[in-house]
């Protein structure tokens, strides 16, 4: 070691300030103090990080000091460097108010006690243990500051009647396919709605995760028809001579609306036995791109195709293909027999690259065709967070994409994972176009509910371009709106169209709708009567509130066929199926900002839940009501 150095090491002892014990152990108790009683609880507490002693005199004489040691311009040179790089880390001149936790898991701000002058960090309360990703804290966060006040970490916080503004925290990326809710239709202008049938549940999904969080979701998350139909109903199995699906009908008085009615319908789906359906060819897509990484997306994703091996029958065969910056096959197509070889070939998926959603939408698609068979059903299975970003990546360009290739017969289902980078929008789109469904696991359990409670039906088909078209008697029903379904309302003329794509009903599958609607002479009415309307209404079937339609073609076929069912005012039979699917539909109304619930409540929507729970038998319903219970106390 040359002299210079030992001159400069000796100097920098004798320059370095003893700690002074006595000042910091009086202000880690103050600090202890304040936060305690935050806290509300005078028991063990997190502990607050040792004070580093203040040092701007240390270092104002440092340089002048350096220059009395007589170095060589070049050691003088590094030295000041390497004090001026320890200098930016300890002292942070740019921010000498409070300093957030780094850590993202337990987000923290500080906050000014009243009573000490002391400012203590007050932690975010623990994320529910069901959800597994940290709560989210606001963007930014301002907290007034009283006086001066000594930081526990040295420094002053502020000045009087200053903000200390929070450096923001990362923001969530997701995207969702929002829509405004369906508005209040007049019955004497326009009779006739339309829409598809939709059995996707992904946004039921993502609401509980963030209601788990701590966080009551965006209005654009929620899409009412998806929550509803997310739960298991006790409708009457079809004929299956007759229709591969059963349909009933009824009419209640609206819960938060005694001037109005909804109308129920209920549609139930054949469910063969298992030892009949037909063998599966599977693709697995899987997006391996850099943005999969979290626990929640790619792990969770290799845990969640293994409960659905545990399903599947010898004759059953599996093709793997992932994508990153390029899409390859992993595993060829294998007999589901081999479950061995198929848990290898998932269990060594890694995640890294950019996301080339297209190259593996084609490989995956021509694969499947290299796979089918008479008889036999194919369908891709696209496990995402939805972040195409090479390659087509516009939802309208996908939308055309999976349009052309559903012509070849082949099914598409889609898996979404993750948050903060999820786009729902995509999902929706490849779901609604691709003849397949729209699902979000975020949790073990709920792969199991997709993937294994409903197996059948998420993968069997039993109706195509399923459509319904109610008309609504200008006699007896003055307006009506469809509550939920935004994303699929069709034309009238779409109805009889067999060239226009609609949803699909799988074996076992259950569809739920409802309508709300004003009777003639209500004051319910939200729109005035017009000075210069129709003189006279046909007043012909005066027991009929509307005429229920439904088309629908067997999987294979290209033309439709047609049921059809008159809505009477008499229909009251609904029962506790009804009661819940309204809780629910009401539920979602508030989550998107109650514009048609009025005074009701998440409080009213929870006590209907809880009176018309009835069998349960996986305990969804029970679920639900519980984050009713939490919903309610969140802002």
């Known amino acids: 070691m040359s002299d210079q150095l030992k001159k400069l090491q000796s100097a920098l002892r004798a320059a370095t300030p003893e700690p ?11 600090a202890q103090k304040s936060f305690e009683r935050l806290q509300g609880s005078t028991g063990a507490a997190r502990p607050i990080p040792e004070a580093p002693q203040k040092s701007g005199s240390f270092w104002k004489g440092l340089i002048p000091m350096l220059t009395r040691i ?36 337990t987000p923290v701000w500080t906050q000014l006690s009243a009573e000490s002058d002391t400012v203590a960090p007050k932690h975010e309360a623990a994320p529910d243990v069901l ?27 502020g000045q009087d009647t200053q903000f200390y503004e929070a450096p923001p925290l990362p923001e969530f990326g997701d995207r969702f396919a929002g829509a405004d809710e369906n508005p209040v239709k007049i019955t004497a202008q326009e009779p006739v709605s339309t829409f598809s049938i939709d059995v996707d549940t992904a946004s039921y999904a993502f609401v509980r995760q963030m209601i788990l969080r701590g966080q009551l979701p965006e ?74 990484q979290a626990p929640d997306k790619l792990p969770l994703l290799k845990q969640s195709f293994r409960l659905l091996l545990s399903e599947l029958r010898p004759d059953d065969q599996v093709a793997i293909v992932t994508y990153a910056g390029s899409a390859g096959t992993v595993l060829e197509p294998t007999s589901a027999r081999e479950n061995a070889t198929i848990m290898a070939a998932l269990t060594r998926l890694e995640a890294g690259g950019s996301t080339a959603g297209q190259a593996g939408l084609q490989q995956a698609y021509a694969l499947a065709k290299q796979m089918g068979g008479d008889g036999e059903i194919g369908r891709v299975l696209l496990a995402t967070d939805g972040d195409f970003n090479v390659g087509i990546s516009d939802p309208e360009a996908l939308k055309t994409y999976v349009e052309r290739q559903r012509d070849s017969g082949i099914y598409l289902s889609v898996f979404g994972f993750g948050q903060g980078n999820y786009r729902d929008d995509v999902m929706q789109t490849l779901a609604q176009n691709g003849n397949g469904t729209a699902s979000y696991i975020d949790t073990l359990a709920e792969a199991q509910k997709v993937l294994m409670d409903q197996v059948s039906g998420a993968l069997f088909p039993i109706a195509d371009d399923v459509k319904i078209q109610v008309e609504f008697n200008p006699a007896l029903v003055a307006e009506y709106r469809l509550i939920g379904y935004e994303t699929r309302m069709l034309a009238r003329e779409d109805f009889n169209n067999d060239k226009v794509d609609a949803g699909e009903i799988g074996a076992g599958h259950q569809v ?51 049921i059809s069912m008159p809505i009477k005012k008499d229909s009251h039979e609904a029962g506790i199926e009804s009661g819940f699917a309204i809780a629910i539909a009401g539920f979602g109304q508030i989550l998107k900002g109650g514009d048609y619930t009025g005074e009701w409540r998440i409080e009213d929507a929870l006590a209907l839940a809880r009176a018309n729970k009835g069998t349960d038998r996986f305990g969804y319903r029970a679920e639900a009501i519980r984050l009713m219970q939490l919903a309610k106390t969140l802002p």
């Open 20 to 30: 002074d014990d006595a000042a910091r152990n009086a202000a880690l108790a103050m």
């Open 512 to 562: 739920t709708a409802l309508y709300e609607i004003t009777p003639v002479g209500s004051s319910a009415m939200l729109n005035d009567p017009l000075r210069y309307g129709t003189a006279k209404t046909v007043k012909a079937n005066g027991n009929e509130l509307g005429f229920l339609k439904l088309r629908y073609k067997r999987p294979g076929e290209s033309q439709s066929q047609l």
């Open 70 to 105: 007589n170095l060589k311009p070049a050691l003088f040179a590094t030295s000041c460097l390497v004090i001026a790089g320890a200098a930016f880390v300890t002292y942070q001149p740019w921010n000498r108010g409070p300093i957030l936790n780094q850590n993202p898991q």
């Open 131 to 157: 959800s597994a990703a940290p709560v989210p804290m606001a963007t930014k966060k301002r907290l007034r500051m009283a006086k001066p006040a000594p930081n526990v970490m040295g420094g002053i916080v």
């Open 219 to 292: 209005p654009d998350m929620v899409r009412i028809e998806e929550m509803v139909n997310y739960f298991p109903y006790d409708y009457p199995a079809p004929d299956m001579d007759q229709a591969p699906f059963s349909t009933q009908v009824s009419v209640v008085q609206t819960p938060w609306n005694p001037e109005t009615r909804l109308v129920h319908i209920g549609i139930q789906g054949a469910k063969p036995a298992r030892k009949n359906r037909p063998p599966l060819n599977l693709v697995f897509l899987i997006d391996t791109s850099g943005s999969m």
